[in-house]
């Protein structure tokens, strides 16, 4: 009897007293210039049939290369895994690599996190699930392709035969994530790895994602082990929990005595900074609770007054627009515009946070754009001081631009590769001419000081940082120029949670020392409530509900700021059980036909300063 069929036998009567993944002194090292490295450093966990499992940890603790180390994708050549992985039984580590390929996505479905990186751009999605089908030999021809359908049915895709011609480049992230949920599911494995599978999407589709494992998991028996580094996701989905720190388990547990009782500091520390609605204050802005790393001890965040409801206006966005044309034929015009942003109005006052949220596609990013000029806008006005930057030529925006910058979502692709960070922060001082090369030296090892840095770190390159400390170069260098704006686009939404409460942190410090005023973009509703002082929550390019902080999140009134509010993760490990109804709605297109022109909207004021977008039965256009 060969290895596969041995499998076979172990896996299909699932039950009884064995888990369906035993895991044990797992261990694996790479190869590296200074010679083998070890990443995972012997971790133990099982998983039971409709059992999930949630391995937690930030970026490098090992997590992910413990899910490709148990699949057995890692390049041989290149790593050595040591232990046992067995499933149902079978110790996989012994199989051969036919009889591993066997294995995969027949037994063992896997999800990955960048759904667009892993579906084929030139195959259909119909094509790639069929194709899964066809090599387990589960399905062929035109009934693999009636099972795709199916399987898209059941990921709860609207209009799913229709879509099953479609390419991924076509499909939303929600969506795209919910064929690569289709593809692990094709040939009903009994165990399934998802790897950060919503870390990229917005938090309403996240809701979906999580919503729709947990319902396929209890229709189809199968065993879940989820990778995350987010605790809240952890309370949603997990029975029990390992937290890894550095490749090793440092804590290991059910996931209610985790929540209830944890023992390892760094367990402490995720579990505080995870964002809670509700938390924030009416005096104004809160500080994170982060890890004391000398101590072990989490310190609790502090409160920030509220001083700036009579500061001096530095931003007003009056009525601004801003289209983009959708080519159509060689010789034709236009055939369509995508309204991006649409009469968008609001203030910013000195040392003030104002946060613009909403899911992707609604238009913030474009906003925060066309302010600093980056992409023109067609109407309206942007003023700062008092001046209207819409007016200015090249060369005066270019001096503008001391007074008000950007930092960007991705701090690698901000970087120079090839440029030290010091060089990078001292950039824009000479670019502008506002002193000697000396002068702007002194000026980067100073910055570096004050985001946390050491200043012998001026002489590393980005790709010697982690995520974190990338993204505190770029606020660096953007208080290069002292400007009186920031606008942070998404700025913290790509960092673990705990680097997440550092680096939130150290831009309030900064606010409260310089008198910054930060206008935040973001689609993270619990992490705008705790540090802003104004939200305007945005939604087809248009705001649809502004106010003070504690007005909107304390009084939600439109319908778009109530769904988004209630896709928030809860860390609540009570709520796991619960199975709520899978909401299909996602943004719609913002796309337009030429001669369409946008309604007429009216606002009605709920309480002072907070005001809410009229609505009728067609909100959702």
């Not at 930030?58 to 994708?73: D, H, P, Y």
């Not at 120029?481 to 997440?500: C, G, N, Q, T, Y």
Request: charged residues 25%; aromatic residues 4%.
């Amino acid at each position: 009897m060969n290895a596969i069929s041995t499998v076979a036998e172990h896996i299909l009567p699932i039950g009884g007293p064995e888990p369906l993944l035993s895991v044990r002194n797992l261990k694996t090292s790479f190869l590296t210039q200074q010679g083998w490295t070890e990443i995972v450093k012997g971790i133990d966990f099982d998983i039971g049939a409709e059992e999930t499992l949630a391995v937690v940890g930030e970026s490098g603790s090992g997590k992910s290369v413990t899910a490709l180390s148990i699949m057995r994708l890692l390049d041989p050549e290149m790593s050595r895994i040591k232990g046992s992985v067995k499933l149902a039984g079978q110790d996989l580590l012994k199989l051969s690599p036919a009889a591993m390929r066997k294995i995969r996505g027949r037994h063992i479905g896997m999800i990955f996190q960048e759904a667009m990186t892993s579906l084929n751009p030139l195959q259909t999605v119909g094509q790639q699930i069929a194709e899964v089908l066809t090599i387990h030999g589960t399905h062929s021809g035109q009934a693999a392709m009636k099972e795709a359908g199916r399987l898209l049915e059941r990921v709860r895709i609207p209009a799913a035969s229709s879509r099953l011609k479609d390419y991924p480049h076509a499909l939303s992230g929600g969506m795209r994530q919910r064929v690569m949920i289709a593809m692990a599911l094709a040939c009903k494995p009994n165990l399934l790895i998802a790897d950060e599978p919503t870390t990229a999407l917005d938090v309403t589709i996240q809701a979906q994602i999580l919503q729709l494992i947990k319902q396929l998991q209890k229709e189809e028996g199968m065993g879940v082990l989820f990778i995350t580094h987010d605790m809240g996701v952890v309370a949603e989905i997990a029975d029990r929990t390992v937290v890894m720190l550095q490749g090793s388990a440092v804590e290991s547990d059910s996931t209610d005595v985790i929540f209830e009782a944890p023992q390892n500091p760094y367990t402490r520390a995720l579990i505080a900074a995870v964002p809670r609605l509700g938390q924030g204050s009416e005096r104004g802005p809160q500080h994170f609770p982060v890890l004391d790393r000398a101590t072990g001890m989490v310190v609790a965040g502090r409160e920030r007054p509220d001083t700036v409801r009579k500061a001096d206006l530095v931003l007003r966005v009056n009525e601004l627009v801003k289209r983009f044309d959708i080519a159509g034929g060689l010789f034709s015009g236009p055939a369509g515009r995508v309204h991006a942003v649409e009469k968008v109005s609001f203030d910013l006052r000195a040392g003030e946070t104002l946060s613009l949220v909403g899911e992707s596609g609604c238009g913030k990013s474009t906003t925060g754009r066309a302010i600093m000029r980056l992409v023109e806008p067609d109407s309206g006005e942007i003023s700062i001081d008092g001046t209207d930057i819409r007016v200015l030529d090249r060369h005066r925006m270019r001096d503008m631009r001391r007074h008000i910058q950007m930092i960007f979502q991705d701090p690698y692709a901000s970087l120079n590769p090839r440029m030290q960070v010091g060089d990078a922060i001292a950039e824009p001082f000479l670019t502008h001419r506002l002193g000697t090369r000396a002068q702007a030296r002194d000026k980067a090892m100073d910055l570096l000081e004050k985001v946390g840095l050491a200043t012998e770190m001026a002489t590393r390159y980005p790709s010697q940082f982690s995520g974190g400390q990338r993204q505190r170069i770029c606020i660096a260098r953007a208080l290069s120029l002292e400007p009186k704006v920031i606008v942070a686009d998404e700025s913290v939404s790509a960092l673990d949670v705990s680097i997440k409460a550092q680096v939130v942190n150290l831009m309030m410090d900064l606010q409260e020392q310089f008198g910054l005023s930060y206008l935040f973009i973001s689609h993270d509703m619990a992490v705008v409530e705790r540090i802003s002082h104004q939200v305007a929550v945005m939604y087809l390019g248009e705001i649809v509900e502004k106010g003070p902080v504690a007005a909107v999140f304390g009084n939600p009134q439109h319908p778009y700021t109530r769904r988004l509010m209630a896709a928030v993760p809860v860390p609540d490990p009570a709520r796991r059980k619960q199975l709520r109804p899978v909401n299909n709605d996602e943004v719609r297109s913002p796309i337009r036909p030429v001669d369409y022109n946008p309604p007429v909207r009216t606002y009605r004021q709920v309480s002072p300063g907070h005001i809410v977008q009229l609505w009728g039965d067609d909100w959702k256009i």
